[in-house]
């Protein structure tokens, strides 16, 4: 595992999968993941790959899937790479560790889809069965 804020120009060559995980921060995906893709699509292209992506967002029982998630849909539009294999997981709230303003701004977003404010709340929106399935398919690539 290698993160890309760390690693920028890790080597691809090496590796016989590529899976490229990255959540939402401020309402969007890190340039630093785009650009990542962008400088290497032609050997991730060549590659076994997936793309997953977390979102509070996902939580929603309408917006868990790739197809139906907006940040996915969003994403994919900016970029040319086509990921063969796709998915969303929701992670969690961990009020705790934001700073005051993305505790507030968070727990305004919660309050409008009537989700949990207490700022002392660790919530899990994980489903794991999904990330089990999605671990198979790539075990089995």
């Known amino acids: 595992m290698v993160s890309v804020q760390n690693e920028p120009n890790v080597e691809l060559a090496s590796f016989d999968k590529v899976v490229i995980g990255a959540s939402i921060r401020y309402g969007k995906h890190s340039p630093l993941i785009i650009d990542f893709i962008k ?3 032609k050997i991730l292209t060549e590659k076994q790959n997936a793309f997953f992506s977390v979102n509070v967002v996902a939580r929603k029982p309408n917006k868990n899937q790739p197809e139906t998630n907006p940040y996915m849909q969003n994403f994919l539009k ?5 990921p063969k294999v796709l998915a969303v997981f929701a992670g969690k709230l961990d009020y705790p560790r934001y700073n005051f303003f993305d505790r ?9 889809g009537n989700d949990s404010t207490n700022p002392k709340a660790v919530v899990e929106f994980t489903d794991w069965q999904q990330v089990e399935e999605f671990g198979r398919v790539i075990s089995e690539m």
């Open 104 to 112: 507030l701004a968070i727990r305004f977003i919660m309050f409008m």
């Open 78 to 82: 900016q970029i040319s790479w086509q």
């Open 39 to 41: 400088k290497n699509e």
